[in-house]
């Protein structure tokens, strides 16, 4: 977990939950230094990628949200001594992929994103059914559900990996294109689509083709749909999945 005290810092440039309004007022460069200096010995390689993550995407993720990028990243430094390429479904404006694509660029100083799949419609949800509904707890998550939330356009998410100009990025509902990928082979996938249907999808296809000790992983297991979807994969398969402290939930490639 992010520890306080650079919780706080983090806190100090988090009016928004954008950091847009910082650059106008000419604070967020020291803010940023302030907390690159107070994160050097706490997960440091964590806290340089969310730092990269906040200038080029001008988005602070909440606390909660910093805690599953966190174990996002131990997921995925688990596999990268696998082969594999990797995936992700639903990016939104590219937080994660930023994150994991800066990690990668340690490890190869000439990756330019090859290898390096994302999967979304860039129009934000689709149609709510009755299964997305249906043990909902509490106003605001099902004041979330409605089709069009959370969209950001291709041209945003290009601007915030254009560090990484090798990203495959294929537009369109979920699965319409995930034949174009049918013959490749994964060692981590990361599903952000909030929705039952598109993420049942998501696991059929990309757990059977995940290499040997590969992973796959829904960032948010809150959404009940999307829960019981997974679940219901897991027991077609046999697999038992992993509910980590932060309410994501993986299953294992064995």
Request: charged share 25%.
């Amino acid at each position: 977990m992010v520890p306080d005290d650079l919780e706080n810092l983090l806190a100090c440039f988090h009016m928004t939950h954008s950091t847009r309004q910082y650059h106008k007022r000419d604070q967020y460069g020291a803010c940023i230094r302030t907390v690159a200096d107070a994160g050097k010995d706490v997960n440091a390689a964590f806290i340089d990628m969310l730092l990269r993550v906040v200038e080029h995407t001008h988005v602070l993720p909440l606390l909660k949200h910093r805690q599953r990028l966190l174990r996002l990243f131990d997921f995925y430094r688990s596999t990268i001594h696998l082969d594999g390429e990797i995936t992700e479904c639903g990016v939104f404006r590219g937080v994660s992929t930023l994150m994991i694509c800066q990690f990668w660029l340690t490890q190869e100083s000439d990756f330019d994103g090859t290898g390096y799949h994302v999967f979304d419609s860039f129009q934000g949800l689709g149609e709510i059914e009755e299964e997305d509904i249906e043990g909902a707890e509490g106003a605001a998550k099902l004041n979330m559900m409605f089709a069009g939330n959370f969209a950001c356009s291709i041209e945003e998410f290009r601007r915030s990996v254009e560090e990484f100009p090798g990203i495959a990025i294929y537009q369109g509902w979920i699965p319409s294109r995930f034949n174009e990928v049918a013959d490749r082979r994964f060692r981590f996938v990361h599903v952000d689509v909030d929705l039952a249907r598109p993420t049942y999808d998501s696991f059929a296809f990309f757990y059977p083709r995940l290499v040997p000790g590969g992973v796959i992983v829904r960032n948010d297991g809150s959404w009940p749909g999307a829960r019981r979807a997974i679940e219901r994969f897991a027991s077609e398969v046999g697999v038992e999945p992993e509910v980590t402290e932060t309410d994501q939930i993986a299953l294992t490639k064995r």
